[in-house]
């Protein structure tokens, strides 16, 4: 198991846990990210700036911050 922020480009996931306060948990679900939902990084920043994440048919640009509150199972 690791972080979303660790993956990289191309990677595919599966969403085992989300570790953040309750405000960022509820910002994060209603993007759509929920524990056992399948997601690919689609883009790296560079300079530890934010990951362009696919979940499903949805693209979002989530900061390096959030996605190490992620964490992931390959694939």
Known sequence: ??????????????????????????????????????LRIIRRANFNGPLHVRLGTTDIILRMTDATRIRVNLN
């Open 1 to 38: 198991m690791q972080f979303l922020s660790q993956l990289k480009t191309g990677q595919y996931a599966v969403i085992s846990a989300i570790e953040a306060e309750e405000s960022l948990f509820h910002r994060l679900s209603a993007l759509g990210f929920r524990v056992g939902k399948p």
